[in-house]
């Protein structure tokens, strides 16, 4: 089981600021880095899926970046919104296993 | 279908019962993952079925455990005698290639065990 590890583990910002946070993934045998939003009562939804050493993928006010030889992954989110409250979920295929980070749950507040 | 479709959405089944949980991938995704989410906690992996290859079952917290999937498409968890600490959300998630790409998740199982 790899070890996919996020921080923090959750976080506040207020709306309008822009906050970022990371995510750590063992570089053997690594094949692609997926981000995933998971709204409460909700099911998980892709947000991203990078493979390459500086990928950087951007959809709307959320992008991330993506280092494969130190094996860390941030994801920024612009300007928060209330609606951007979720836990975001990265997870990292190696050896085609995905293995899921704990999360990071961001709250923004109006 | 439109999408992964988990069934049931609810189940309370009592300490020493065997449950089976149910997926139906997207049709054409030759991967599904299973994994389950207990209260407080992050996803845990729990198997891996990619096309014919044989499934990755280092997930499978104990022997009570078992999951097949027929023809390559419809999925079942089986958890025999259930214990209290099975009480869980299960998702699971199909995609189309080996990881890749996206995968895709249902709405999950929630497993309450009394």
């Known amino acids: ?110 | 279908g439109a999408g992964v479709s988990q069934s049931p959405s609810n189940k309370v089944t009592e300490k020493g019962k065997d449950v089976e949980l149910r997926c139906d991938p997207i049709s054409g995704h030759t991967a599904l993952y299973w994994y389950r989410q207990s209260l407080g906690q992050g996803l845990e992996f729990l198997i891996y079925f990619q096309g014919n290859s044989a499934p990755d079952k280092s997930g499978l917290p104990s022997d009570r455990f078992s999951a097949e999937r027929t023809g390559g498409s419809v999925s079942t968890l089986t958890i025999q005698r259930t214990q209290q600490e099975d009480s869980a959300v299960y998702l699971c998630a199909s995609s189309a290639g080996r990881g890749n790409t996206e995968a895709f998740f249902g709405q999950g199982t929630r497993l309450t065990v009394v």
């Not at chain 1, 970022?20 to 880095?33: D, I, Q, V």
């Not at chain 1, 920024?76 to 899921?100: H, M, R, V, W």
């Open chain 1, 1 to 110: 089981i790899l070890n996919v590890e996020q921080s923090p583990q959750s976080l506040h910002v207020q709306e309008g600021d822009s906050t970022n946070f990371t995510c750590s993934f063992p570089s053997s045998n690594f094949y692609a880095l997926h981000w995933y939003r998971w709204e409460t009562a909700k099911s998980p939804e892709a947000l991203f899926v990078m493979t390459l050493n500086g990928d950087e993928k951007k959809k709307g006010r959320i992008s991330a970046t993506l280092n494969t030889k130190e094996g860390y992954s941030y994801l920024y989110i612009k300007g928060s919104q209330p609606e951007d409250s979720a836990t975001y979920l990265c997870a990292s295929l190696n050896d085609y296993k995905l293995s899921f980070g704990a999360g990071t749950t961001v709250t923004v507040r109006a």
